[in-house]
């Protein structure tokens, strides 16, 4: 389903983003939760039933969204031959970029309505941003909230 924002909801990137996605690419060894923001992008908290929460990223996944898959093998991460294309390679600054942009997005969609765990049906949204990577392809940004 595809949704109009309602209401605007203060959004910012953590004080301590960059520091943290920093450490999460070049140490190896950290594995906690990134946090990326303070709150939610508005077009997804403007939703009924939607809360206002931080945005938290595995480091896992940082360093994947970061780094391409050569990246990840010189720092010593063993990468699978077929998850490749998990590494995105968008760099810290244009994923930084991103994340900081959510709050302007071009169009937003929530939910998958097929998914056999019914929070996935309404706790999912999918954001496309207006920011392009290098080779000019449109950046989407899946969102699960976890309210955990």
């Avoid at 954001?127 to 976890?146: E, F, H, Q, R």
């Amino acid at each position: 389903m595809v949704f109009a924002e309602k209401s605007r909801v203060s959004y910012s990137i953590s004080p301590n983003a960059k520091n943290e996605v920093h450490k999460a690419v070049t140490d190896i060894s950290v594995r906690d939760e990134i946090s990326l923001t303070e709150n939610t992008p508005s077009i997804i908290s403007s939703q009924k039933g939607a809360k206002n929460l931080p945005m938290m990223m595995n480091a896992s996944h940082v360093r994947q969204n970061i780094l391409t898959a050569d990246e990840a093998r010189q720092l010593g991460i063993v990468v699978d031959k077929s998850q490749e294309d998990h590494w995105h390679g968008l760099g810290e600054d244009l994923f930084l970029r991103v994340i900081d942009g959510l709050d302007d997005v071009e169009l937003a969609y929530r939910g998958t309505k097929t998914a056999s765990d019914p929070s996935r049906r309404e706790n999912f949204f999918l954001l496309i941003s207006k920011i392009t990577d290098a080779s000019g392809n449109t950046i989407n940004v899946p969102v699960y909230i976890n309210e955990k």
